[in-house]
Structures are given as C-alpha cells and as structure tokens.
Nanobody
C-alpha cells in the first residue's frame, strides 16, 4: 500500500503559477504511473496529467502547454507545475498511483488508479 500526500495548493491570481507536490510513502513508487486529477464544485473528477514509471507523459487538452508533470523516483515524489493559471483551473487536485506496475501508456481513467491522496485546493481568482 502506498500513502500519498499532496501539497502546494493555494490562492493565486489568473496568469500566475503554482507547483503541486505528491509525496509517496510505503511500497515501491518508482514502478507505477502517477496521475493528477481535479474536481471542481458540482463537477465530476477530471483527469489532468499522468506520468509512467518510464517518464512518458499525457495531459488533458485544456492544460497542454501550461502544466508539466514530473517525478523523482529517488525522492518518491511527483510534481505538477501549473503556469498561466485560469479561473477554470480552480478545483481540488488529487494525485494517485496506477493499479498496475510498469504500464507503458500513461493511464487517464481514474478507474485505473488506486491509493489516492486527500487532495489540495487550488483557487484561481480572475
């Protein structure tokens, strides 16, 4: 079992930047994809970005060119650098790890993930 803890959320003006971190503890982290998801009030949880064990990345269209996902397997952390933030990026952001190890394609469905963190709030003021 992996325990995940997100941090780095906060209040930022539109056009600003935030860097979210996901710290993992427990079983091996390096062999599993890590995904970031977000949930805005009254909406379903949405895929944002994912990175495989081999650092292949995938992004939802609305964040391409603005967000960058990365991981440090030595430190057991994953990060989401968010630039040019917009009001519509406001949500609770969650990280999660893949159910299957060493997947070659970045998973985008939340049903392929397990071990969710508690989330961190990102609020972008317009």
């Amino acid at each position: 079992q992996v325990q995940l803890l997100e941090s780095g959320g906060g209040l930022v003006q539109a056009g600003g930047s935030l860097r979210l971190s996901c710290a993992a503890s427990g079983r091996a982290f390096s062999d599993y994809a890590v995904g970031w998801f977000r949930q805005a009030p009254g909406k379903e949880r949405q895929f944002v970005a994912s990175i495989t064990w081999s650092h292949i990345t995938e992004y939802t269209d609305s964040v391409k060119g603005r967000f960058t996902i990365s991981r440090d397997n030595f430190e057991n952390t994953a990060s989401l650098q968010m630039n040019s933030l917009k009001a519509e990026d406001t949500a609770v952001y969650y990280c999660a790890t893949d159910r299957r190890e060493r997947r070659d394609v970045p998973p985008t469905s939340e049903y392929l993930y397990t071990n969710w963190g508690q989330g961190t709030q990102v609020t972008v003021s317009s």
